[in-house]
DNA sequence: GCACCTTGTGGTAGCGCTACCATGATGAGG
DNA sequence: CCTCATCATGGTAGCGCTACCACAAGGTGC
């Protein structure tokens, strides 16, 4: 990691005398195992809970430990224990902020389990081909892969072929064939469309994501169930297609303000496109959300960033990370020839985090929505 | 990335006499070693990043790391370092997209050497008196402070006076007291500025930062001193206070934009503040950059989320919390009583990154101005 | 010319723990 | 009584890496 800095590292000298190797500090088994009059074997089998230790032999080797204040050396251990779990986290470019919370939980999860996570970029498909079977012969026996990797097949197809365990983070529909995190994205997407209902619009617009990710299918199914279930007519000319990117949705709300009448409302499949959509809004002098309310997807750090604060809806991102390195350390302890292709589903919650950027439709559009019915 | 080299490993040894212990073998630093034809001593040196290593013997070493896909093994390497290193993270409440970037950067060099970082949030300051000493007694030997924490003097004292190595991110002025990582905020600001004026702009409006961050001022004296230099002057009219904040950013954007004549770019403090000038000059129909240039500081997330994306100064965040956490391993490494509050000083370079948020006047504009000079 | 650095490199000895034998003790079966 | 499985335990050899020298090669300075 060369970084183009000047760094003044003129310390060099300081011969200090070698406390930290031996010195004072930390009991070790060989401690415990003098306390207790036996070997430090003994002592590890005690700790290891094995079985072949005499009972009273146990009973010593626990009063020495909590005699001496033992704890034993995660690093040591997993060192000597050999096999220690190495998991790769592919990426392609989800937005930063979801890529940082995703890093997070996983980092963190990691260095729990004391597993090594390996962060890999992985930017054209072709490429991960070589990529994975690269990482599996240098002993990478887990990945995890967030979107828009979860979607794709021919990826996680390669992982299968070169005995890797797959793990999709956020994929709109899991597959048997690996295991995946999620969150019920069409459950989501229709308890927002009942909120936005709920808050008394009835023109309500919506702008579809990236049309390959299988995710911003669900939401608009989501979304299409809770406006047909409210016997609301969704109008083709109040559904945009957006990419989830900023700029699409400046382009997607652009069209779909410029309707006559316009929405009362927009629900954003993400928030990115959420937030376009409140620029535009403000574009064309439109208060959100007195004149129009704007709701996003995610909970990204952009939705809390803009003025007014995004609604949106909250995945737990962290703990779905963390939870795809837990489904592979499992995954692997367990890989029986039988049980290694399993597939573990797991659906988390998610949740409606209701800011300032949704209300009531105001008087005015009520009033014009009143008089077009008539 | 280099592919098309095929993985030589298995042929290159023969022997294989290994395998006893492990089933599946991930490299070694003795198999980079020989594939790079020195010592593991010397693959140790490059991957630490120690001095003494020829730059040829340190390209082939690192060479063969790529070639091999080798990762260093944490649990050897906090075996064999001795102790582990435990290192807080404190904050109040920076932006959110700049504490995501710090923490990250953070937390990979954690990773890396093996450091335990506790993330901790400190809000009010005369808690925060309490925690830092409970902190250190707990065992945390070092402290990280990112905006605004490394600008209070009170918490620096308290971290000094409990035996603690404290290092601030990003303080606008270093105190020979403790550790500091930097930008040169000041050069920064006065780059961004010249730019602006390069670009043919002479009406130019500056949004300043939260008053009580040292770094604000120093970008005010840098687009003070450029606007200077080149003869321009500035009209307090042309200036705003602003807090950092997106909100804070509106309102001030709004006061610049109904000066009369409005400026032709508005350089704000950061990001958050550009975005939401962005978006208040959108509502009055002005085209970004076409209409009126506007440029930000941090090169947050926000600043390359939104249209157009902001040409702003690049802060190496991540780099710097790195070197923090490598400048606070290092400091209590060396812990003589002599050098302990030494206080480190690293400036670190920042970029200039051009997108699309700037351009030269428009002719009407300029046209303007023209016939106002007269 | 010989002390002295300085610089790049290699060798060795562990860090604390566990895998894998090897060893004494036991008891059962012949 | 002697074999042979079955315990309970000990010894040894690393796991992968880094700290600490040692040492050779190339300067300086006088």
Partial sequence: MAIGMDITQKSGTATRKRSSRK????????????AAHCSPMTVSRVINGEENVREATRAQVLDAIAKLNYIPNRAARSLAGG?????????????????????????????????????????????????????????????????????????????????GIAVAVGPGRASGSHGAVQIDEFQAAYDMTRHIIGLGHERIGFIIGNPEQVAS????????????????????RLIAQGQFTYRSGMVAAEKLLAVDPPPTAIFASNDDMAAATVAMAHRRHLDVPNDITVCGFDDTELASSIWPELTTIRQPIREMTAQAVVMIAKAYRQKTPASKAKGE??????????????????LASSFQRASEKQ
Same sequence: chains 1, 2.
């Fill in 23 to 34: 010195g004072n500090s930390a009991p070790t088994i060989a401690d415990v195992a003098r």
């Fill in 83 to 163: 096999a220690q779990l190495r998991i790769a986290l592919l990426f392609d470019n989800p937005s930063a902020s979801y890529l940082s919370e995703f890093l997070m939980g996983a980092l963190e999860e990691a260095s729990r389990r004391d597993i090594h996570l390996v962060v890999q970029s992985c930017e054209t498909v072709p490429e991960s081909k070589e990529l994975i079977s690269k990482l599996v012969d240098g002993g990478i026996v887990g990945f995890i892969l967030p979107p828009p990797l979860c979607d794709d097949q021919s990826v996680l197809d390669q992982i299968r072929a070169s005995g």
């Fill in 217 to 236: 299918g669900q939401r608009l199914e989501g979304f299409r169930a809770a406006m047909e279930e409210a016997g609301l007519t969704i109008s083709d």
């Fill in 345 to 362: 589903q797991v659906t988390m919650a998610y949740k409606l985090v209701r800011r300032n950027s949704d209300a009531g439709p105001s």
